[in-house]
Antibody, heavy 119, light 108 residues
Framework: QVQLVQSGAEVKKPGASVKVSCKAS????????IHWVRQAPGQGLECMGW????????NYAHKFEGRVTMTRDTSFSTAYMELSKLRSDDTAVYYC????????????WGQGTTVTVSS | EIVLTQSPGTLSLSPGERASLSCRTS???????LAWYQQKPGQPPRLLIY???SRATGIPERFSGSGSGTDFTLTISRLEPEDFAVYFC?????????FGGGTKVEIK
């Protein structure tokens, strides 16, 4: 079936970087954009940006520019999100989500990866 | 950045009742670019409605979306026990994509 499977939980110290993976299966990886969305504990949803798996083109939310890098490996149908210079307020669950296109919502989500930033 | 404001923050209802959730955007958006999601504790969001009024695959008919411009509504015609959750609206027509703060539908 169509699914996105993310890498496991991470614990990082302030100032470090984290790289989360998102492996797609059950569909053509290059046919859909991948968005990254995060959710701090007890809070709402925040879009970080997206990657076009076909071209590798990216669009980052202004808030994360300079700290986030989204990449993909089409050979492994996997998208990656790396966030650097981590702070305590980056503690959150990070989700990847598939996006069929401009007139659709995010229809398939990964299970989430908990990233904890603590000294 | 387009800000989405959801109301009420919490809705206390009984199974079988009708739920109406509001989402207002800070500027007018095309109805093609408004979605609703349901989220339960410990789970990722689940797409319910896209393009303001189109149900996603497998979503029951009791969920419906409406609205245009800056005012959008998600209606659950008769609440089932599994519908008690948090609901988010999202606009995806303007970068950055943004979500509303959510409405929690709780059992009264």
């Amino acid at each position: 079936q169509v699914q996105l499977v993310q890498s496991g939980a991470e614990v990082k110290k302030p100032g470090a970087s984290v790289k989360v993976s998102c492996k797609a299966s059950g569909y053509t990886f290059t046919g859909y954009f991948i968005h990254w969305v995060r959710q701090a504990p007890g809070q709402g949803l925040e879009c970080m940006g997206w990657i076009n798996p076909t071209s590798g083109g990216t669009n980052y939310a202004h808030k994360f520019e300079g700290r986030v890098t989204m990449t993909r490996d089409t050979s492994f149908s996997t998208a990656y999100m790396e966030l650097s210079k981590l702070r305590s307020d980056d503690t959150a669950v990070y989700y990847c989500a598939r996006w069929p296109g401009p007139h659709y919502g995010m229809d398939v989500w990964g299970q989430g990866t908990t990233v904890t930033v603590s000294s | 950045e387009i800000v989405l404001t959801q109301s009420p923050g919490t809705l206390s209802l009984s199974p079988g009742e009708r739920a109406s959730l509001s989402c207002r955007t800070s500027q007018s958006i095309s109805s093609s670019y408004l979605a609703w999601y349901q989220q339960k504790p410990g789970q990722p969001p689940r797409l319910l409605i896209y393009a303001a009024s189109s149900r996603a695959t497998g979503i029951p008919e009791r969920f419906s979306g409406s609205g245009s411009g800056t005012d959008f509504t998600l209606t659950i015609s008769r609440l089932e026990p599994e519908d008690f959750a948090v609901y988010f609206c999202q606009q995806y027509g303007s970068s950055p994509l943004t979500f509303g703060g959510g409405t929690k539908v709780e059992i009264k």
